[in-house]
Structure formats: structure tokens, C-alpha cells
């Protein structure tokens, strides 16, 4: 069902959780390769195991566009079911969204939990949040997104024929549960309000130092990062969404103080009402005057990830704000690509070329950096101190600082 938020959770009073075994489903039409598809579903088995799954087996299947009913095809449908019932398979995720008809469907033909992409991240936020705020940021996103596939959920209580005892009930049952999701969707939105008021207070309190942001794709390295520069212990693993409440620390860089703040890491295919509902939280990026956008650098589709965190940076209204490019993993980066024999000037002219290539690309600073072995992080330092310091000046063209 898509309210069914607990992929992976199973209470044990202590003993360790089990992990569900999944399959994963994608599609290869007219808006993604097949290539491109199995980048996806790359990330899609990244954020099942983040969630607490593990992939068994992936079926992929190339359509025009995707079923009406089923979204795969009946053939590819009977296929998946067979394996289903062969093998200990607990889960299925569709690697898009779908509608509650689809969804409804699958669980009858399949008989087990269906999860699409959405739903997948929805979990995953769900487990990872911690403050209050976070909280309600999510079941608000579940309830929005809850909301249009009540119907497609509703089926079984539908008027789906006509005739004695075929009327009423069903759509009775649907008004009440659109009018409750409802209800509470404007109790969350209430809630949000309130704690956004609270975080603009505590916005104000800070003063008017600069405000630096740390964004980017999941997984890119941002809190690490964010740890090197303000000394502090922010949480960070080698796993999706292992950030999702802003957090802020001020830094202080040759007597010249800074806020820097790490926010929750970007991904394709976001669904919208995730974004919404998190703004607030993004209000830290919103409101800063540089961002610090981290790429990871060893990741085979690094330039996809940028574009979509432009986009979505754009989509915040933060598309106009400096930014420094972070290129970080350049360790992982040498390993993936470099062939071991090269001397050290070869792989220096080979690492110039793409630092040129990358600056000509985006026209801003750029920069390679490990911050696992701290390669280059001084040299970062330095770069941000003499844009904060630019910053002040022109903020207090008047004021003389004593930096």
C-alpha cells in the first residue's frame, strides 16, 4: 500500500532489524536510454539498501510509455510474478511514480508490497528525521502525496458497476479519507508555520554575519566537508540522505567569523511535494550570501547530478547567488580512471586539463579536494577566506574591519 511507510523495519524488541529482500522494476521509453535507465537503478538499489532492502534481481523492460494498469507489460508482468513466487521476495520498487489505479493492481497480481520511487524516499526521510521540524516536513510530503491516489487505492469500494448494492459506500468511504488527508495537511502546514516563525527569530539572532551553504547531490560528501571546516561532528555516512536537518555552525577563518550550514542533500527525480515541504528547511540556502556546491567527483554521472542540483537550486530562487564548485573524491577519482603506471606529471597535466575544462564549463571557481584524506582543504580555506572577506567589503564598504 502506498501508506506503508516502514520499508525495512521490523520491531524486534532489540534484536537486529531484517532486512527485506527486493526487486527492482524500471523502464526504457521515450524519455530515458537504456543506459541512462540503469544509472537509475544504480541509485534506486543505493536508496533501497539505505532504506533497509536488498536487491535480489532487477527486471527491465522497453515500452513506449508505461501501462496504464500495470505500468510493465503483461508479459513482463507474469515474468516478475513467477519470480516473485520462486523466490523469498518480500518487496517490489518501480523505479517511477505510480498512480494508486497501478498501484492497487500490481498488489493483486503480485500479492506483496509495492514501493515506487517516491515512496522509497518518503521512507528513508521518514527514518532519518530527527527534529520536530523534519518530522512534519515528511508526513506532511506522505500526506500530499497521499492525497491524489486515495481513488486508485479505494477500488475495492468503488461503483465499478451498476445495480443493487453497488452504490454509494465506496465513494462515501473516499470523501471522508480525502476530507481527513486534508484536514491534516492544513493542521502540517499550521504546524510548519509556527516553527518557521521560531527559525526566523533565531535567523535574526545570529546577526549579520556572511552566511555560507553547503549543497549538493546525497552522498556527494557535504557533511564531512562540513566537519574539516567547523571542527564540529556532524553526523555523516556512506549512505543517501544521511543529512536531512539543517545544521549550522559558526567558523571563524583568521578572526573573520562565518556562518556555514549543511543541508539536505539533492537527488533526480525528487518528488515535487518533497521539495515544498522542505523548503523551510532550505531557508538556510535561501538566505546565504555563497554556496559551496560539492560534486563527487569519482561518480561516473557527476555532470547529471550537477545539473539537477542547479535546477533544484534554481527552483529555491538561488540560482543567482556566487558559487564555489567543490570537486571532491579526487582520491577515488585517481583510482577509477587513472591507469597506475602513469608517472606524477602526466597525471598533473591530465587533472589541469579537466580543472580548465570544468572552469570554462560553469564559469565559477573550482576546486579538487578529498576530504576523506584532507587533499587540498587547506588550499579551500584560503579560496573561502578571500570570498568572505569580499563579501564583507562590500557589505560594509564604510567599516573597517580588523581581520
Same mark, same amino acid.
Given at each position: ?7 525495512g523495519k ?9 532486512l527485506?529482500?527486493a ?13 541512462e535507465i540503469?544509472?537509475? !537503478? *544504480?541509485?534506486?538499489?543505493?536508496l =533501497?539498501? @539505505? +532504506?533497509? /532492502?536488498? #536487491?535480489?534481481?532487477?527486471?527491465? &523492460?522497453?515500452?513506449d ?6 505500468f510493465?507489460?503483461k508479459?513482463k ?11 523469498d521476495?518480500e ?7 505510480l498512480s494508486?489505479?497501478q ?18 524516499? !518518503? *521512507?528513508?526521510?521518514?527514518?532519518? =528525521?530527527q @527534529? +520536530?521540524? /523534519?518530522? #512534519?516536513?515528511?508526513?506532511?510530503? &506522505?500526506?500530499?502525496y ?14 465499478q ?6 452504490r ?5 468511504e ?10 491534516k ?24 554575519l556572511?552566511?555560507? +551553504? ?19 561532528d ?25 556562518l ?6 539533492f537527488i ?6 518533497l ?7 532550505l531557508?538556510?540556502?535561501?538566505e ?6 560539492v ?8 555532470e547529471?547530478?550537477?545539473?539537477t542540483?542547479e535546477?533544484?537550486?534554481?527552483e ?9 564548485m ?6 577515488q577519482y ?11 606529471g602526466t597525471r ?8 580548465e575544462s570544468?572552469?570554462k ?6 576546486l ?28 560594509y564598504?564604510y567599516?573597517?574591519?580588523s581581520?
Amino acid at each position: 500500500m502506498a501508506t506503508d511507510w516502514n520499508i525495512g523495519k521490523q520491531k524486534g524488541n532489540g534484536l537486529k532489524r531484517k532486512l527485506e529482500n527486493a526487486i527492482l522494476v524500471g523502464l526504457i521509453h521515450r524519455e530515458f536510454s537504456e543506459e541512462e535507465i540503469n544509472e537509475h !537503478l *544504480d541509485e534506486l538499489e543505493f536508496l =533501497a539498501h @539505505t +532504506a533497509g /532492502a536488498v #536487491t535480489v534481481k532487477r527486471f527491465v &523492460q522497453r515500452l513506449d510509455h508505461p501501462d496504464i494498469r500495470t505500468f510493465v507489460g503483461k508479459g513482463k508482468l507474469q515474468e516478475i510474478s513467477e519470480y516473485v513466487d520462486s523466490h523469498d521476495i518480500e518487496l517490489v520498487i518501480f523505479d517511477e511514480d505510480l498512480s494508486g489505479k497501478q498501484q492497487n493492481n500490481l498488489e493483486k497480481e503480485l500479492k506483496i508490497k509495492i514501493v515506487d520511487r517516491s515512496t522509497l524516499i !518518503l *521512507d528513508i526521510f521518514a527514518n532519518r =528525521a530527527q @527534529t +520536530a521540524q /523534519a518530522k #512534519t516536513q515528511v508526513e506532511l510530503a &506522505q500526506m500530499q502525496y497521499l492525497l491524489p491516489r486515495l481513488r486508485g487505492l479505494w477500488t475495492h469500494l468503488e461503483r465499478q458497476r451498476g445495480g443493487i448494492g453497488m452504490r454509494g459506500p465506496g465513494e462515501k468511504e473516499i470523501e471522508t479519507d480525502r476530507r481527513i488527508v486534508r484536514d491534516k495537511i492544513a493542521m502540517l502546514k499550521t504546524k510548519l508555520e509556527k516553527i518557521d516563525k521560531q527559525n526566523v527569530t533565531q535567523r535574526k539572532n545570529r546577526g549579520d554575519l556572511i552566511r555560507v +551553504a553547503l549543497v549538493g547531490y546525497t552522498n556527494a560528501g557535504k557533511s564531512t566537508l562540513m566537519n574539516l571546516l567547523s571542527k564540529s561532528d556532524v553526523f555523516a555516512e556512506d549512505k543517501l540522505f544521511a543529512t536531512l536537518d539543517t545544521t549550522v555552525r559558526k567558523v571563524v577563518f583568521e578572526r573573520m567569523p562565518f556562518l556555514l550550514s549543511d543541508t539536505v542533500g539533492f537527488i533526480r527525480k525528487l518528488p515535487h511535494h518533497l521539495v515544498e515541504s522542505f523548503k523551510s528547511t532550505l531557508d538556510e540556502t535561501r538566505e546565504s550570501d555563497l554556496i559551496l556546491h560539492v560534486i563527487d567527483l569519482s561518480h561516473p554521472q557527476y555532470e547529471d547530478h550537477i545539473q539537477t542540483v542547479e535546477s533544484t537550486l534554481r527552483e529555491l530562487d538561488c540560482g543567482d547567488k556566487p558559487v564555489i564548485m567543490i570537486f571532491n573524491k579526487i582520491d577515488q577519482y585517481r583510482e577509477q580512471y587513472f591507469d597506475q603506471l602513469l608517472d606524477r606529471g602526466t597525471r598533473q597535466d591530465l587533472e589541469d586539463q579537466l580543472m580548465e575544462s570544468l572552469s570554462k564549463r560553469y564559469q565559477v571557481p573550482c576546486l579538487f579536494i578529498s576530504a576523506k584524506t584532507r587533499e587540498n582543504v587547506e588550499q579551500l580555506r584560503q579560496i573561502l577566506t578571500e570570498k568572505i572577506r569580499g563579501l564583507y567589503e562590500v557589505r560594509y564598504p564604510y567599516q573597517v574591519k580588523s581581520f
